[in-house]
């Protein structure tokens, strides 16, 4: 049996999808433990439509995703917990691929499918994976955070399933912080044991709407301590990991603070986290091309960043969950 659990937190215009995916599975001994994280919407009253002895619907105050996902691991039953955010949703082979993957690889402290990200303008297509082929459906274990520096990220939390064991060994998902507790999760584990890996896509990624027009207020701002940067700052340090794709990680979300203060319009801070970004991993193409970036009028910019969200932010990268 695989636990899925599902943070929920005002998103009454998708929940119902996310859960009838999980009901539609081809592999049906599962538990499915939704927490609502103080919801001031009709999500969890939608949720309580659903007549299924599988579905248990637990009620926190608002603590924020982590809190929520920690909540619903403390809840599962099983050693193995899958993931799905409120507003994605799974292809019904799903589980079927993840249980694959546990049989196979049974050590393993991360489970992961590759994903397709579906565009606000509808179009979905398959995250590109380093070295591989588009229509491979190979199972391996994957150095992650090779993986993780070369295409699209190779995982986002509705494609994920954990040890709970082994999450539970680095003390689960770190509480406090707004954005990149995924990655930092994912970076913790991935230090710690195997990542099992199918490149067989059967989780939909939902990316949000992003309005080329929105107010700055409405964009999110890094926090001024960035405890995400400083962790893996720490990863590093102890895996001695000196010139290693675990610096380009590293360097990596350095750059994708770099592209949020972009949006800002805050030129200074955007320099600031490039030279760190630089400083970890050296000079690339994309570093460059910010550069350039910088150059061009506000709207002109806020496009093209537009754009770039579209094809590399993932779910951990910059996107609220609750």
């Not at 538990?31 to 001031?40: A, F, R, T, Y």
């Not at 912080?177 to 710690?192: P, V």
Request: glycine letters at 6%; a positive charge.
């Amino acid at each position: 049996m695989i636990s899925v659990v599902i943070p929920l937190y005002n998103k009454e215009n998708t929940i119902e999808r996310t859960v009838k995916s999980v009901l539609a599975q081809t592999a049906s001994d599962f538990e499915l433990i939704v927490v609502d994280d103080g919801s001031s919407d009709r999500g969890p009253a939608l949720v309580k439509r659903f007549e299924d002895p599988r579905i248990r619907l637990v009620t926190q105050a608002n603590a924020g995703v982590s809190a929520a996902r920690n909540c619903g691991v403390a809840q599962a039953s099983s050693d193995i917990v899958a993931f799905v955010d409120a507003d994605d949703y799974w292809d019904p082979g799903h589980l079927a691929n993840l249980d694959r993957l546990v049989k196979r690889f049974p050590d393993a402290s991360i489970f992961a499918t590759a994903y397709f990200v579906v565009g606000e303008d509808g179009q979905i297509r398959k995250i590109r994976l380093r070295d591989q082929n588009a229509e491979s459906r190979a199972m391996r274990e994957s150095n992650y955070f090779r993986d993780a520096t070369k295409g699209d990220p190779p995982l986002c939390s509705s494609s994920v399933a954990v040890s709970k064991r082994a999450l539970s060994q680095i003390g689960g998902f770190p509480l406090g912080i707004e954005s990149g507790e995924d990655l930092l999760t994912w970076a913790r584990l991935a230090c710690t044991g195997k990542v099992a890996y199918s490149d067989h896509a059967t989780a939909y990624y939902v990316f949000p709407p992003v309005s080329v027009d929105r107010n700055l207020s409405a964009i999110r701002r890094p926090p001024k301590h960035d405890f995400v940067g400083d962790e893996l700052e720490k990863l590093c340090l102890r895996e001695n990991a000196s010139g290693s794709s675990l610096r380009l990680y590293l360097g990596n979300w350095y750059r994708i603070r770099a592209m949020l203060f972009m949006e800002l319009n805050e030129r200074g801070n955007c320099i600031a986290e490039l030279g760190k970004a630089i400083s970890q991993s050296g000079v690339r193409l994309r570093d460059l091309v910010t550069l350039g970036l910088l150059l061009l009028p506000a709207k002109g910019r806020a496009l093209l960043v537009s754009r770039w969200r579209q094809r590399h932010s993932s779910r951990a990268d910059t996107t609220p969950q609750s």
